[in-house]
């Protein structure tokens, strides 16, 4: 042993910091991780990755990580044995299913963990406790665009690869920050850009690197979004400069479309946007122009109260103009989480099966019913949201929810936490003591991606397998050896071996899938999903859109205003990313080498607004919205202008988190909280300060 120890091992894996997905050889020594070192193999980002996939990955060896379970005793969390805290588990969300019925138990898997963990958890909701209340966190940032895509396209997904993306005349980039969410993506775009004639269009509230770089940048007003987009595609279909041969031969109601789009005039988009004529009409031109646009959006879009339809108004302008079916065009959701795709693909949705599969389509239920030795419910469950609803109704009891921290990346953090502490019976799976887990009555350690075998997809919809890069830590355990315990304590007769039995498994069940084994994906090898047949398909709707008669829909829907806020809530605030963190930062904060680069957290305040409050760099400020209040130092900066304040996500505290300010209101159809329509009011605590 103590040979094999001094021997550096190499072993491929998968980033977990975003939806990219890039592979890297990771080099260790035991424990320890030498480096890190992309190869001209990975079929994303080849020898490229960013500082998080370099250097982000301390904090597998933290001594913070959870390395036995651990239960609840008299109010303190005690350590236990897998066996104990597994029959605890069993025993007790047993006896609540028993007691209060199937859908007492709710679900909440994750975007971070795999494809084969996630394919776990949705059977283990369906088969073992016969709900399906069962959802991931994409219902916080992804599921609007996926419902725009379905409502549209048919398919959730993105329409070609990334490398496509830089075949593309014109990006547009609507609400997302790709150079700091998705850094090697945002290499792609900003090469083909300098290089390659590519134009680039950015639309946010915040002059973002990307906006810097771009050839027009916008900042409508916020929750206006979907204003613009449909008065630029009336604009260009007023021109003509719609394609008409594509709409006749593939997308059905034009007719009712062009009636809905009626009132969209440039004007009216002026008044409701702020954005002038001459650059409405300018982008319009550029779309002409353009030969093949592909749009990009992220959750500027997505996490608003018209984050659906804003999601479905960029589908109908690609559309409308021709760009879908070929590289270099198309609808690109960019999904923040690594496997926030495969969370969706597997199934943990309440109203999907694996592999997209409604649960109301009776055969493929069917199908999952005689898999399964169960009768499948055939109305949609709980989605997050609702589930938190219903517990605080006092509906649901109990709640197994891994790799996430809900207590947190929620809005109205105080309310979620109220609502939690009043679980009978609350299990939480993850690598970390997460704030979410302190609300816990059995916490289950599960294991990082490094030390665990599966497969993530990224954003592309390209699966990739990863392999074991590092022994467990203690007696933590991967996610899906963790599920399969827990079913077996309750009576399930599951035998998975290895992650490659419950693939293959899902494979058999879904014909999206139907050509992936882990054999296809050996090595660097991957697999992108998106045709019926099952077929390897980078490019989607090559054989049509993903409706019965092959034809895609316009989407008939009107702009769904932002909330309203009482007068004195006179500042808008916004949040996001920071290159250096991923997301929350429960992972990175953890990592000393990214810490040492951006300690605090701070909240961004335009010139004017400074000059105006007559405020300093920082000075402490209170932020107060109807929901909570936080208190942050002000930098000073132009990413930001007028009333509108910005502040990164990644900070873990209570005094400082975003989600203290964010409140209980909702993208319409699919219940994602819309984050980024917050308002507060600012005081100044302190002036002067570090
Ligand atoms: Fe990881 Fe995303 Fe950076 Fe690639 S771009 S290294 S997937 S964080």
Excluded at 374 to 387: A, F, K, Q
Excluded at 503 to 526: C, I, Q, R, T
Excluded at 662 to 675: E, H, Q, S, V
């Amino acid at each position: 042993a103590a040979m094999r120890e001094t021997r550096t091992k190499k072993t491929k894996t998968v980033c977990t910091f975003c939806g990219v997905g890039c592979t890297f050889e990771v080099w260790t020594k035991g424990r320890k991780i030498l480096k890190v070192q992309p190869t001209h193999e990975g079929p994303v980002n080849a020898i490229s990755t960013c500082v998080k996939g370099k250097f982000g990955w301390d904090f597998v060896n933290s001594k913070e990580r959870l390395t036995t379970p651990l239960i609840r005793k008299n109010g303190q969390f005690v350590e236990a044995s897998w066996e104990e805290a597994l029959s605890l588990v069993a025993s007790k969300l047993g006896s609540i299913k028993e007691t209060y019925g199937k859908g007492s138990v709710g679900f909440i898997s994750s975007s971070k963990i795999t494809n084969e963990d996630n394919y776990l958890m949705q059977k283990l909701a369906r088969q073992v406790f016969e709900t399906n209340n069962i959802d991931n966190c994409s219902r916080y940032c992804q599921s609007p665009a996926t419902d725009g895509l379905f409502r549209t396209v048919g398919m959730g997904g993105d329409a070609g690869t990334i490398k496509d993306i830089a075949k593309s005349g014109l990006v547009i980039i609507v609400g997302a920050n790709p150079a700091e969410g998705h850094p090697v993506l945002a290499t792609r775009i900003k090469r083909a850009h300098k290089y390659h004639g590519q134009k680039l269009i950015v639309a946010d509230l915040r002059r973002n690197e990307m906006a810097e770089r771009s050839d027009l940048f916008i900042s409508p007003k916020q929750g206006t979004d979907q204003v613009w987009l449909m008065a630029v595609t009336k604009y260009l279909i007023d021109q003509g400069w719609h394609d008409q041969t594509f709409i006749e031969e593939n997308v059905n109601f034009f007719d009712e479309f062009k009636e809905v789009l009626e009132k969209y005039t440039l004007d009216y988009a002026e008044q409701i946007t702020g954005i002038s004529k001459e650059q409405l009409m300018k982008i319009a031109e550029m779309i002409r122009d353009a030969d093949g646009t592909c749009i990009l959006w992220g959750m500027g879009v997505t996490q608003n109260t018209g984050g659906s339809d804003t999601s479905a108004a960029i589908s109908n302008l690609l559309l409308a103009t021709g760009n879908y079916r070929r590289p270099g065009a198309g609808a690109y959701p960019l999904r923040g989480h690594n496997n926030v795709q495969g969370a969706c693909d597997m199934g943990t949705l309440p109203g999907w099966l694996p592999g997209y599969q409604h649960i109301t389509d009776d055969e493929a239920r069917g199908k999952f019913e005689k898999a399964y030795g169960v009768t499948i419910d055939s109305n949609p469950g709980l989605n997050n949201i609702e589930m938190l609803h219903a517990i605080a109704k006092g509906d649901m009891k109990a709640m197994y929810l891994v790799g996430e921290d809900m207590a947190l990346v929620d809005s109205d953090a105080n309310h979620v936490h109220e609502v939690l502490s009043s679980l009978d019976f609350f299990v939480v799976q993850d690598i970390f003591l997460s704030r979410t887990a302190q609300y816990a009555d059995v916490v289950l350690p599960a294991t990082p991606s490094l030390e665990k075998e599966g497969t993530f997809t990224n954003t592309e919809r390209r699966v990739q397998r990863l392999y074991q890069v590092l022994p467990t830590l203690g007696d933590a355990k991967p996610d899906w050896w963790i599920i399969q315990e827990v079913a077996k304590h309750l009576g399930a007769d599951w035998n998975y071996g290895h992650p490659s039995d419950i693939f293959a498994e899902m494979v058999s069940l879904s014909p999206l899938f139907k050509e992936a084994s882990y054999d296809v994906l050996e090595g660097w090898n991957s697999f992108h999903w998106g045709s019926l047949d099952g077929k390897n398909t980078p490019l989607l709707y090559q054989d049509g859109f993903n409706f019965p008669d092959k034809k895609a829909r316009f989407a008939l829907s009107d702009w769904v205003e932002p909330a309203e806020f009482p007068e004195e809530y006179d500042l808008y605030i916004n949040n996001g990313r920071m290159l250096e963190h991923f997301h929350e930062g429960n992972m990175t904060n953890k990592s000393k080498g990214i810490q040492s680069k951006v300690p605090g957290v701070f909240v961004e305040v335009s010139p004017t607004l400074s000059r105006e409050r007559n405020l300093e760099n920082g000075d402490l400020v209170r932020l107060k919205s109807p929901f909570g209040a936080v208190k942050l130092n002000v930098l000073i900066t132009d990413r930001v202008k007028d009333n509108e304040l910005y502040l990164p996500m990644n900070s873990v505290d209570k005094e400082s988190a975003i989600n203290f300010l964010t409140g209980p209101i909702y993208d319409t159809r699919t219940n994602t909280p819309a984050y980024k329509q917050t308002r507060v009011k600012m005081e100044v605590l302190r002036k002067g300060g570090n």
